[in-house]
C-alpha cells in the first residue's frame, strides 16, 4: 500500500493535471487508500471532476467527497432557468432519454426520475444535465429496465472485461445469474472498479451489477 503522503501528493497531481480544475482550490487528504476532497468550486462539473480525477490513481479505495458548489452571488440562477437548461440538455442528448426522464428542481439541485433501458443512457443523462450554470448537484433516481430478457452469456461480460487495457491483467471474477452480474477479485484503482462495473453494464439484460471487486495496491 502506498503511503498515506505518496497517495495524498498523487490526487493532488492528477487533479491539477486536469484543466478545469488547476486553479480550483482542493483539499487532499489520504488515509490508508482513503481520499477526502474538500474546497470551493463554482459549478458541478468541477466537482465531478475532481471525484473523476481522483478515483483514476492507483491505490484510491475510496472517495470522500466534501466539495462545496458556492456560485457567485451576481450570477444566481432560478430553479425555473435550471430546470428549463435540464429540458434543453436532455433533448439535444445522444442517449435518447428525454421522452423517458422526470426532472425536478429545488435550490438548485436536480433530480433524475424514469426508466431507461441501458446504464450508459442513465450516465449520459446525468452528464447532461450537471453542466448546466446553477446546479449544486443531481440525484440520479433513474431506473434500469431492459427490454431484453434474455439470460445474461457470461462469456460476454467476460470478453467485455478483457478487451479494456486498464482491466485485462486484473484479478477480475465474473458470475451470472439470470439478468445479474456479480464482479470478484481485486483491482488496483476505484477508477478500475468502477470501469469494470460500467463494461459489466453494456451486456443485454442486465438489471443489476453486483460490485464486490477489492481496491488493492501492492506496490
Not at 188 to 215: H, Y
Amino acid at each position: 500500500m502506498k503511503k498515506n503522503e505518496e497517495l495524498q501528493k498523487d490526487v493532488q497531481d492528477a487533479i491539477k493535471w486536469e484543466p478545469l480544475l488547476n486553479a480550483a482550490e482542493i483539499g487532499v487528504t489520504a488515509k490508508d487508500g482513503i481520499v477526502t476532497l474538500t474546497g470551493i468550486v463554482d459549478n458541478f462539473a468541477k466537482k465531478l471532476e475532481a471525484e473523476d480525477a481522483a478515483k483514476k490513481v492507483d491505490g484510491v479505495k475510496a472517495v470522500v467527497e466534501k466539495i462545496v458548489v458556492n456560485f457567485d452571488h451576481t450570477d444566481k440562477t432560478s430553479d425555473n432557468e435550471i430546470a428549463n437548461g435540464a429540458l434543453n440538455a436532455l433533448k439535444w442528448n445522444w442517449g435518447g432519454t428525454s421522452d423517458n426522464v422526470k426532472i425536478k428542481v429545488e435550490n438548485g439541485w436536480i433530480t433524475l426520475d424514469g426508466e431507461v433501458q441501458w446504464n450508459f443512457q442513465k450516465i449520459a443523462t446525468k452528464k447532461a444535465v450537471s453542466s448546466i450554470i446553477g446546479v449544486k448537484g443531481v440525484i440520479n433516481n433513474i431506473i434500469i429496465k431492459s427490454e431484453t430478457h434474455d439470460e445474461i452469456e457470461k462469456k460476454d461480460v467476460v470478453s467485455g472485461i478483457a478487451r479494456i487495457w486498464s482491466l485485462n491483467k486484473q484479478d477480475i471474477r465474473v458470475s451470472v445469474s439470470t439478468n445479474i452480474v456479480t464482479l470478484t477479485g481485486k483491482v488496483r484503482s476505484l477508477f478500475q472498479k468502477d470501469e469494470a462495473e460500467r463494461i459489466a453494464w453494456n451486456a443485454p439484460g442486465v438489471l443489476f451489477v453486483e460490485n464486490n471487486l477489492a481496491v488493492e495496491y501492492d506496490d
